[in-house]
Each structure stands twice: as structure tokens, then as C-alpha cells.
């Protein structure tokens, strides 16, 4: 979606002979009614001082670049530019040179710290991806202590400056025409949105940002190719089981969700199940509804162990692969089928005709039961509940996964490409090399991450941790951040991090995912924590995973605590590595883990430190570069 709005996006713009002839006064006022606007509240004492700092900070600049650049006088400032869909974020200050676009955050305090600079990296960051006017062009970020003189050091990505030093960084760019104010302010800001943020936007008919990526990579084919599925089956009273794969952030979820939301619109009615009850539960909470989305195990105890018949005829299920067998059924519900059996007996009572979609995502199996995989499915379509003959609809590569039947392949219905930013993306292939010991491969991995502002942090200080992402996301409500945690740790309650039964049963997670800061329950308050269970298929911008003793570094391997279960485990260290690499993977700005200060946890903070993530240290000491 783009946003298209008559209220001005920023709090002043200009060319900098505009600036210069503008008076400070003028200056400050459309900086305040503009946040007046934006927040519905006035600015501060101490905002208003900073903005006076900091217009008279750049006024002194410009002139001293004027003399040395007349041409400069027709580059272009904006102030506070607001990101569109980003829940206020602004830049302090944007100059739009010749083939630059440099982006300035001023700082008042004292000493540097971690988070100011991850945050004005993080801005350049997302103009240059997502902003489409200023695709291709480089995108340079400047911190700028106000209480300093003559600093210019760079620290990863981002050029720490004095004041005094604005006017020769800006002097060294190219002599050419400058980029069009007007032109780049028309330009289209589409930041990928969070799972739940894209789920409202289908659920309101709006078209998602970033769209057009989305389009490229396959989603809207992949919706459009179930349509046409579901389309047949009505009308040759059929009886359909179909598929949608896809590598983690492909947008399997958006798919079912879409598809289910536009089939409802049809003659036919239709569901999106969840076996991951967190998601139905914020899902629900976000969308203020309950009739597109339920919970795969209440629907299939209401319809697959009775003779009641649902009213839907199309019904999606979420992470297919993950299906509980025969064996886990019999010892969680008493029931000696498998959901898979159990959904195509649901299927065959349908009246007419049914399509069943599965999405199916890869290594997420954290359960005990969950194992099996697809052939649950090719058990499920063969075995006495099937009476029907089912018409199977796959991705080319799963064919073989239904031996004896003839499967209608698509390739639309293989997502593979993540619709996930780089960084996270990159994330996921850092968190894959370190959970199988390819430390050094790992590393290399967080070095590109580095590049493209994604911090990985560790740090033995979980109070550290906190300050550090706080600060980061000071002022941004829509920012969620919180603790995670395995279900399988015995430590980490003595750091005040409950992550035991009773104390994660409490956690309302609707709560937890969708309030702001300060709200009972949400997760940026840091009083509640989630286990892998309770953020699966979700996401944070910023996580603090916290590591367990159940799964430590023993010098040349990853090594499982040993635990009793009442339930057998087909391979319990896989399913640890999964509930891991789940933990690992819900960021999206960034990732802290908090390492407990125990000896025995030493090796594991040495294998993160040698896979690359780096050594949190909230300040900074100028004028040294590390």
C-alpha cells in the first residue's frame, strides 16, 4: 500500500538557501505543528531546545559550505521526515546532495552509545530499501555528538562527526545536478510489514507494501492458483487436497490467510486453522474476529471425532508437516488416528465438494509428535477414511512423496524466496551454520549481516540488554521487543527470566504481541516471557533470546541436557536444535542474546563470539575506533 495522504510527511523542507534565509523561529514552529499533527501532543522543553541546537548547528554549517560549494545552496533539507507505517520514526535531518542522500541524527548526550548508533544505521538502511526513490543511491548515515569538536571517527557503518566537521563531509560530493526535493518526496516508502500488520491490511482490503515484491516472489500466483484449485473442485464436485511450500518468510501464512479471506467473498465459506495457538490467539485479537481463523485441534476434536459437519468447504491448515501422528493423538486425546486421517475424514463429510490446503514450512518441528512430515498425508489419503478418491495438487517436488498417484504439479505452489528483508533473510543462514557448528561459516555470515546494520549481539548482563533495546526504540510505540526463552532451561528463573509452566500459561498472548509499551502484557514491558511455543510463526523487531542449560557448547559440538519425558521422542536433540533455531529466527531488526554469567555457559558465549556476533557494549568511548 502506498500512503497517500494531504498531511505533509515532515516537519520542514527547503532548499539550503531557503534554510539559511529562513528564521530559526519559523523553523521551530513547523517542526512543532508538525509533530503536534503527527502525535497529538506538544513537544517538550527539551525537543524544542534540541531542535534550536540543532537548526543552528546546520545553519553554521551550511554557511561555511555555501562559501566552499556555492552550488550547494540548491541541495535540499528535510526535518524530521516521518516513515510511512513505521509508527513515527523520523531522521533528525535528511540532505539530499548530489548522488547522496546523507542522513543526520543529533545527540545531545555526553558519551556515544550503541543504540544511537544502530539507529541512525537502521534509518539509512531502510531508505535505501525501501524508499524508491532512493534505490541506487548511496545512502550515508551521521551521527552527531553536539557536545563535541573536531570527532570524525567511523564506527561500522556510520560516520560519528562533530559539528564542525558537517560542512567538509558534506563538501567531498560530487560536483553534479542534486536530487529533486519534490521528486523524492513523491517517492513510494513500502516497509515489509509484520505478519499481523499484513494480515489487517488483507482483512481491510488494502493492498500490502511492498506488493510488487511480493507479486515478483510469487504470492499473488500462488493465491490465484488456489482460487482456480477450489474453482474445479466446486464445479466437478470434488473432493482436493493441495499444497503450498515455501522456505521460512516466503509468505505461506499471507497465502492461506488471503486465500481464505477472498474465498469467504464466493458462494462457498471458508477457515484458516493453526495448530500454534499464540498465532490464532494474537490473530484474532489483531483482526477483532474469529471467523477466518480458528484452532486446528478444536476444529478437528468439534468435526473429526463427531458426526457434526462444518459449514466450510475450503479449509487451510497452517505448517501441514507439523500434524500430530497416530501415536501422539492416542496419548494426548485418546484418539488412534493421526490429525491428517482424522482432517480427511472432516474432508469427506463435506457436502459436494472440499478443498484441504496445507502449507508446509521446513524445520520448525518443535513438538514431540510433529515428526512425521508429509507422508502423515500420503498415509492419511490411502488409509480406510479415505473413501473418496482424492485429487492431490503439489509443488513439482513432493511428487514423489505420494507413490502410486497421480499428483497435479504446480510450481506456483513452491515459495522459494523469502519475502523477508536481506538482513533477516541472512539471519536465518547465520542461525543454520551456528546451531550445526559451522562456526566459522557462521562468522562469515554475520559480517555480511553486519554490513547491512543487522546487529548481533551477546552479552552476560541481561539488564544491558534491556536498556540497550529500550533506548534503541525510545519513542517508536508501533516497535515490539521482548524476551525469549526455551521451555526446556532450568537456570534462567534465577535472573528473573520466568520462563517455567505456570509462569508462561499466564501469558495472554494477544497481549503480549499487540499492546504498546506500558500496556498490561505487552512484551516490550519485559515482565512476561515466550518459549519457543509462544513464538512460533511470530515475530519481534528486536528479541533478547535468553540460552538455557538445555542446549550448550561443549568446546567442538552443540550437547542436549538430558531430560525425563512421559512422551517418547523420535530424535529429541533435533527437536532441541528446531526449538532453537525458532528462538533464533523471530527478529527482525536486530538480535541480543543473553548468555547467564555461569561458568558452565562460557563456551557457549566463546561459540557465539567465534560465529560472530559481537560483544554488547551500551557506551561507546569516543576518539578510539574499535
Not at 474445479?232 to 492461506?256: H, I
Request: net charge negative; aromatic share 8%; proline share 5%.
Amino acid at each position: 500500500m502506498v500512503m497517500k495522504s494531504d498531511r505533509r510527511t515532515h516537519g520542514w523542507s527547503g532548499s539550503i538557501r531557503q534554510f539559511l534565509d529562513q528564521p530559526v523561529s519559523l523553523v521551530e514552529q513547523s517542526l512543532e505543528g508538525h509533530l503536534h499533527e503527527l502525535l497529538g501532543f506538544n513537544a517538550a522543553n527539551s525537543q524544542v531546545e534540541a531542535w534550536l541546537e540543532e537548526v543552528n548547528v546546520l545553519k553554521s554549517a551550511f554557511r561555511d559550505l555555501a562559501i566552499s560549494r556555492p552550488d550547494s545552496l540548491k541541495w535540499s533539507v528535510i526535518l524530521e521526515y516521518e516513515l510511512p507505517l513505521e509508527g513515527g520514526r523520523r531522521p533528525d535531518v535528511i540532505v539530499l546532495g548530489p548522488e547522496r542522500i546523507f542522513v543526520f541524527e543529533f545527540k545531545q548526550d555526553p558519551v556515544l552509545s550503541r543504540s544511537a548508533l544502530d539507529q541512525v544505521a537502521a534509518y539509512a538502511r531502510d531508505l535505501s530499501e525501501y524508499h524508491s526513490k532512493s534505490h541506487g543511491t548511496p545512502v550515508i548515515p551521521y551521527l552527531v555528538p553536539t557536545k563535541t569538536g573536531g570527532l570524525l571517527e567511523v564506527r561500522d557503518s556510520v560516520t560519528v562527526i562533530s559539528p564542525d566537521k558537517i560542512a567538509a563531509i558534506l563538501d567531498a560530493a560530487p560536483q553534479s545536478i542534486p536530487i529533486d526535493m519534490e521528486d523524492w518526496l513523491k517517492g513510494d516508502y513500502a516497509p515489509l510489514p509484520t505478519l499481523i500488520a499484513a494480515a489487517k491490511m488483507i482483512f481491510n482490503n488494502e493492498r500490502l507494501p511492498s506488493i510488487k515484491r511480493a507479486e515478483s516472489y510469487g504470492v499473488s500466483k500462488a493465491v490465484d492458483r488456489l482460487k482456480k484449485i477450489a474453482s474445479d473442485a466446486e464445479l466437478n464436485s470434488e473432493r482436493v487436497l493441495a499444497f503450498v511450500s515455501g522456505v521460512p518468510g516466503a509468505g505461506k501464512t499471507l497465502v492461506g490467510l488471503q486465500f481464505v479471506y477472498e474465498s469467504s467473498d464466493q458462494s462457498s465459506q471458508a477457515i484458516f486453522l493453526s495448530g500454534n495457538g499464540p498465532l490464532v490467539e494474537v490473530l484474532r485479537d489483531a483482526l477483532k474476529s474469529k471467523a477466518f481463523v480458528s484452532d486446528l485441534h478444536a476444529f478437528i476434536k468439534s468435526y473429526g471425532t463427531t458426526s457434526k459437519i462444518p459449514k466450510q468447504n475450503i479449509v487451510v491448515f497452517d505448517e501441514a508437516q507439523r500434524a500430530w501422528d497416530s501415536t501422539y493423538m492416542m496419548i494426548k486425546k485418546a484418539v488412534p488416528y493421526s490429525e491428517p486421517e482424522l482432517l480427511i475424514s472432516i474432508g469427506e463429510k463435506i457436502s459436494g465438494w472440499a478443498t484441504l490446503v496445507g502449507l508446509i514450512g521446513h524445520g520448525q518441528e518443535i513438538h514431540t509428535g510433529e515428526e512425521a512430515g508429509i507422508d502423515g498425508w500420503f498415509k492419511a489419503i490411502t488409509s480406510e477414511h479415505a473413501s473418496s478418491k482424492w485429487k492431490v495438487y503439489a509443488p513439482p517436488r513432493f511428487a514423489k512423496d505420494f507413490p502410486g498417484r497421480d499428483v497435479i504439479e504446480h510450481e506456483e505452489l513452491d515459495l522459494n524466496r523469502t519475502l523477508r528483508s536481506k538482513q533477516a533473510e541472512e539471519l536465518h543462514s547465520w542461525v543454520a551454520a551456528l546451531l550445526t557448528g559451522q562456526l566459522r561459516e557462521a562468522n562469515l555470515i554475520a559480517e555480511r549481516i553486519s554490513v547491512q546494520n543487522f546487529p548481533i549481539f551477546v552479552t552476560r548482563n541481561l539488564d544491558a540488554a534491556k536498556s540497550y533495546v529500550s533506548e534503541r526504540f525510545s519513542g517508536e510505540m508501533s516497535k515490539r521487543y521482548g524476551i525469549l526463552a526455551s521451555s526446556k532451561d532450568r537456570v534462567l528463573t534465577k535472573y528473573g527470566i520466568s520462563n517455567d509452566f505456570q509462569s508462561t500459561k499466564l501469558v495472554k498472548n494477544a497481549k503480549w504481541y499487540n499492546n504498546n509499551l506500558g500496556e498490561p502484557g505487552s512484551c516490550c514491558n519485559f515482565e512476561q516471557v515466550v518459549t519457543e511455543f509462544g513464538c512460533q510463526g511470530l515475530e519481534l523487531d528486536m528479541a533478547i533470546v535468553a540460552w538455557g542449560n538445555d542446549f550448550l557448547w561443549t568446546g567442538s559440538s552443540w550437547e542436549l541436557r538430558k531430560m525425563r519425558t512421559r512422551i517418547p521422542q523420535d530424535d529429541p536433540f533435533q527437536l532441541r536444535l528446531n526449538s532453537y533455531r525458532v528462538l533464533l529466527t523471530r527478529s527482525r531488526e536486530g538480535l541480543i542474546i543473553f548468555v547467564p554469567p555461569i561458568p558452565d555457559f562460557d563456551a557457549t558465549e566463546h561459540a557465539l563470539l567465534a560465529a560472530g556476533a559481537r560483544t554488547l557494549a551500551p557506551i561507546i568511548p569516543l576518539a578510539a575506533i574499535s
